[in-house]
């Protein structure tokens, strides 16, 4: 098979803003305040040589600039950013240790998967697998949701990255939603994965609110041990 490699599409200049500052947490909040947040900049996260489904903690040195991490079990709550956005470009990179598993929601809503899919044939890839676009949630069934056309998945403990083109929902006057959401392009560790794939509703697990004009990014922290050193975007025109 071949992998495709495809050139961006177009955007209009214009500097990045980081959501994540190497330090601390500020532009972030919980998705649930009254739960725990176990999530913390710590300087590097190497696989625990002890237990391959974990990542190490090396604290962060003062004045250093480290990664995201949601603490040492990789079970605390979502973070969603104070930062709303609707059309946007954006880049992430994130490691995940042996078999865990975690997600980006565009807007809050619309996840990109992240899972330890290492090794997996790409026969047998499904929305559930890295670099998919996740199922909706409707009457306890799965509906909807899209493989990655390849398995571009590195191994546990390497450093990979998503960039991805999104497109926010259109409403008219009246509110109405006329637009569903979509992924114009997806590229994992350079790879294209998807490209033009409507999202039709919210994807599982998403934020308790309605699809609207903007939202916020969030990222899952529930679902096992996952870090970031990058999280950037930057609107489309």
Not at 111 to 133: A, H, M, R, T, W
């Amino acid at each position: 098979m071949v992998l495709l490699i495809a050139a961006a599409p177009p955007v209009q200049a214009q500097r990045w803003q980081e959501l994540f500052n190497g330090r601390n947490l500020d532009g972030w909040k919980p998705l649930f305040p009254d739960r725990p947040n176990d999530w913390q900049a710590a300087s590097s996260v190497p696989l625990n040589s002890a237990d391959p489904k974990l990542l190490e903690i090396i604290p962060l040195k003062p004045g250093g600039r480290g990664v995201l991490v949601n603490g040492a079990k990789g079970k605390t709550v979502n973070l969603i950013t104070i930062a709303q956005h609707a059309d946007v470009e954006a880049e992430v990179e994130f490691v995940v240790p042996k078999d865990s598993n975690s997600g980006v929601y565009f807007m809050g809503l619309y996840e990109v998967q992240i899972l330890d899919s290492f090794g997996k044939p790409n026969d047998k890839l499904e929305y559930g697998d890295c670099g998919g676009i996740y199922c909706q949630w409707i009457d306890n069934k799965p509906v909807g949701g899209e493989p990655p056309r390849v398995n571009a998945s590195q191994a546990p403990g390497q450093w990979q990255s998503f960039h991805v083109w999104f497109r926010a929902p259109r409403f008219d006057a009246g509110g109405k939603k006329i637009e569903s959401a979509r992924f114009i392009k997806v590229i994992h560790n350079g790879v294209v994965v998807h490209e033009n794939y409507e999202v039709a509703g919210p994807t599982r697990a998403h934020m308790e609110k309605p699809e609207a004009a903007t939202g916020p990014l969030m990222i899952q922290g529930d679902h096992g041990p996952v870090a970031f050193r990058t999280i950037r975007i930057r609107p489309l025109k």
